[in-house]
């Protein structure tokens, strides 16, 4: 039976949503397409009537996850709250529906440029969220140093969060890498909130498994 032009869109953004969670969970080369297309609830033949090879779809589930973090982060930051959030157990042990950057930036390297310039323009797309306390009359020099706070923020935030998911799920380092890095970053925000659980509030990228 035919499929409709809205049905095959419809399949097509399924199995873009179902990459976008596996690939995040197992890694780009830790689920192949057969696997993927019956996660999705389609065959295997399927696939290349809706894509011309993986790395076409590994470039569409990319692009859609990233843009779900920066959705989820917001356009306008509270870099308090983003740290407090992005650095709690929760959203470490939500792989599935956490932030891309964290889930496959390692394997992002290895990939080519096709996936690798999208995850420039995510990464981008944070730095102007979590800059957006800067000025309207701000000097070059005071936007260079805003920008450079940005990045040095989300950099040490997603390592921490790739060095805490390295170790067992029940180790101790874990959790503390978390809270040390969380308090430690909280610090030169000049906070005075920075939380002692190591489990933390619920990650802002935490919670349904989506793209």
Do not use: W
Not at 127 to 141: C, I, M, W
Not at 192 to 197: E, G, K, R, V, W
């Amino acid at each position: 039976m035919k499929v409709s032009k809205a049905q095959a869109q419809a399949n097509r953004a399924r199995v873009v949503e179902t990459a976008s969670q596996l690939f995040r969970e197992r890694g780009y080369d830790g689920v192949g397409v057969a696997d993927l297309m019956a996660a999705a609830g389609f065959t295997h033949g399927g696939f290349y009537k809706q894509f011309g090879s993986k790395t076409d779809l590994m470039a569409e589930a990319t692009a859609c996850g990233l843009a779900r973090t920066v959705e989820q982060t917001g356009q306008e930051v509270d870099p308090v709250g983003f740290i407090s959030q992005y650095l709690s157990r929760e959203h470490r042990d939500a792989r599935g529906s956490g932030c891309t950057l964290a889930a496959l930036g390692g394997d992002a390297a290895r990939q080519p440029d096709e996936v690798r310039v999208l995850f420039a323009a995510g990464i981008e797309r944070l730095v102007a969220a979590l800059s957006h306390g800067s000025a309207s009359d701000a000097t070059p020099e005071q936007l260079r140093q805003s920008r450079a706070r940005s990045l040095h923020l989300m950099s040490s935030a997603v390592g921490a969060l790739v060095m805490s998911r390295a170790c067992p799920d029940g180790s101790p380092l874990a959790d503390e890498i978390l809270t040390a890095c969380r308090e430690a970053l909280l610090s030169s925000l000049g906070s005075s909130l920075a939380p002692t659980d190591p489990v933390g509030p619920a990650g802002h990228v935490a919670g349904r498994p989506d793209c």
